[in-house]
């Protein structure tokens, strides 16, 4: 049980280490794009 959960943290690092800065920097904008649009949408929804 230990050596699979082991194996497992191993897979998970690997995985984290897999995905680049710079991949993640245009997730996080991309995400912070979609949220202030879904905002104003819903401030714009409110308003009217």
Known sequence: ??????LRCI???SKFVSIRPV???IF?????FFIMLAA???KGSIAG
């Open 40 to 42: 104003r949408i819903y």
């Open 1 to 6: 049980m230990v050596g699979s959960k082991h």
């Open 23 to 25: 991949k993640m920097l």
């Open 11 to 13: 897979d998970c690092e």
């Open 28 to 32: 996080v904008i991309g995400l912070t």
